[in-house]
């Protein structure tokens, strides 16, 4: 999964497009961060994107990069279907939003 996510990432931004980049994976933030670098693609053409909560500190960290950083905060009705959605493909993120939850 990861190695597709990482060539699709490489692929939008190669093409010109606007890319977001959803993750809060370091490595996946790190591949991007090079990949731009090497490629010279402004920074104006991509943004980090992260759950509301999950990683604040990672999340300030970036953008006192200078890179741009949306934060995703699911509301309303739907967020707990879109939660255990979330979980469903991956496993290993109900470990990862635990331990991140009990972080100050």
Known sequence: ??????????????????????????????????FVKEKGIPRDQFEFQMLYGIRPE???????????TRVYVPFGSDWYPYFVRRLAERPANVWFVLANLMKP
């Not at 060539?7 to 991007?32: E, K, N, P, W």
């Not at 990672?58 to 741009?68: C, D, I, T």
């Open 58 to 68: 990672r999340q300030r960290e970036l953008a006192r990069a200078g890179y741009r």
């Open 1 to 34: 999964m990861d190695a597709a996510f990482r060539r699709l990432i490489a692929q939008h931004l190669s093409a010109g497009c606007y890319t977001a980049v959803a993750t809060h994976d370091d490595a996946i933030i790190a591949f991007t961060e090079s």
